[in-house]
């Protein structure tokens, strides 16, 4: 079968593979979303990306895999860390989402939702992260696919919600769901997008709390003098659960979801530019 496969370099390229035999169910890939996480691997191989899947399984139903899955009983697990967990750091899919099919130990049924169901996992870890947002007035740094479903759940939940983004498009586009641009003080900060924690920890009122999800791209100097004398709380949250699978998998046919780009699995390296200069807000491959 076809597959992009990173080379020992990491860099990408198209390539016929064996048929995946690992354990788990055999599931033919419809689509398969690219995840700000998968660019962080480019450079980094050899392997097989993408773990935002839209599959059918052989008897025709349709459902989306969980790539990694905590334990549910260590001590990481109880304390809400689960993406921490041993077990997490195990690929439970082979080999990846860029490929025709793969196997998966974890499948979970998205009757209904057809190819969003490749908005599942991103939605999940939302989720999971916004259980450390207190509600309030709310700020999310970042208007791209992911600040958007940020919008959308904060709303949800009785937020107000304010965005800052470099980009005029996509700040309207987030104040078409609901969201307001100003430069007021705000109870939380959710970081989508890499360089926005100083801008964060700026905006927070005292004892206010900034999430960071998104992967800083190398170390970025935080100013800890605000988090000392503001009494600032800075929350790391990456990934998901089952049980945010589940919520996710609920949730989605009630969210206004991102336009996507979708594009074969010839044209990867296209999409990851178009992505990576902010021209699509969504790249999806088919296979
Ligand atoms: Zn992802
Ligand atoms: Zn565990």
Known sequence: MRAVVLDADGLPGLAEVPDPDGPGDLVRVLACGLCGSDLEKLGRGPGVLGHEVAGLLEDGSHVTVMHRVPCGRCERCVAGH????????????????????????????????GLDAIWVEPVACILRAAEHVPSGRNLVVGCGAVG???????????????????????????????????DGPVDAAVVTAHGGVNAALARVEPGGTVLVFAAPFGDVPISLDAVYRRELQVVGSRSATPR??????ALLPELDLPAVTTLPLERFEEGV???????????VFTP
């Open 82 to 113: 689960e993406s921490t967990c041993d077990e997490f750091q195990q690929l439970r899919i082979d080999p990846g989402g860029f490929a025709e099919r793969l196997r998966a130990t974890h499948v979970v049924a998205t009757q209904g939702l």
């Open 148 to 182: 958007q479903l940020w919008v959308q759940v904060l709303r949800r939940r009785g937020d107000e919600v304010v965005v800052t983004d470099p980009r005029a498009d996509r700040v309207e586009a987030a104040q078409r769901i609901g969201a307001h641009l100003d």
């Open 244 to 249: 945010h699978f589940d919520a996710a998998v």
């Open 273 to 283: 530019e178009l992505y990576r200069r902010g021209d699509a807000l969504k790249v």
